[in-house]
């Protein structure tokens, strides 16, 4: 079942594990891995004025659904690697987030939380 | 139940429609987000030696869940916003690169799928 | 004099070398340095709407500035340890730029130079 | 002359202004491709072990040039737009770090001025 972040968690770990490739994926490389990843998916917009975007999406659909798919690997593997379950690091950042961001004070405005 | 990516997702717009960033989220922008994050993500590594970085993992062990957490969020709510299931596009891709890297070609060693 | 690439160049190295940081600068951390820098200088237009931009690069010139000098000194560094003339390579890429982008097809457009 | 930042910056310039195009380089744009092209740059050592940069090195020596020198173009144009002497905040965040890294403390090991 795709819905499941451990499920597809085991799947990329057994892709890993099986061209022993473990002894690549240290922390560093897969932090370096992903940030160069997530610059190709942002390739895609460089330069482009918002009334392209759409576009863009439509034309290259394949290839940015091809590119996220590339970060959500690394980084599910990224997490299962340090231990943390990620499904439980990003609730916690959500929850998180609900204090940073009140709703009253960020409804409708970009500012950081330092600065409301 | 934070092992659904569906679910998380349904978290993260609910989030994001209660302070109306929908606005702001557009994928250029929601790319470049991503991008800044992973950054973040792998500053802790930069200059790091291989006999360092199991400790830079524990001491910053808070703070390294927090920016993986940071890069997943965005990345759910970009893939849910351009109309893609992640959990399908991740698992395309898992499959994809299960042809592209063989296994007995693979095994053991980092060449790009182009050199092998 | 600090118009010159050379001589900033110069002082950089000296500047590592008092330091004998040359052992952690290989070609591989230094690209991971250079695009971490770069990644610090894109945070601060993150979520930026247009009419924004204006004023955050008055309220943060100096923070600005600041990124803008880490990208370019890790820069110049990387060009001389890898035995390039930055000058040089910068000037062949200009002559590249100016006939992969004719003025007659890209002019007023931000088209790649694939799809012209 | 290839050495003189100004003398680069005014032939950058005057290739943008050609076509036309200082109206899509705004400081966002512009970070954003700079982020970009570094991770270009860096796409070249993803996943590479130490005995291999060097064989790397040789392999790619024009497109690691020509990704130096994108990022370096955009730099020096940024610099330029915001109304920046590239040289100048080059050397005072030289002397900066001259002061945050003392020889005595920073030789020969690569802690961050916050942990020196």
Not at 32 to 50: D, R, Y
Request: proline share 1%.
């Amino acid at each position: 079942m795709s819905d499941s972040i451990s499920e597809l968690t085991t799947q990329i770990q057994t892709f890993v594990d099986a061209r022993d490739w473990r002894k690549f994926h240290n922390a560093k490389d897969l932090s370096v891995a992903i940030s160069a990843e997530a610059g190709e998916l942002m390739q895609h917009f460089v330069w482009q004025q918002e009334e392209q975007i759409e576009r863009r999406l439509e034309a290259h659909r394949e290839e940015i659904a091809s590119e996220i798919a590339d970060v959500a690997i690394l980084l599910f593997e990224f997490a299962d690697n340090l231990g943390y379950n990620l499904g439980d690091v990003m609730q916690a950042k959500i929850a998180h987030n609900d204090i940073r961001y009140p709703v009253d004070k960020s409804r409708g405005n970009n500012l950081k939380y330092s600065e409301l």
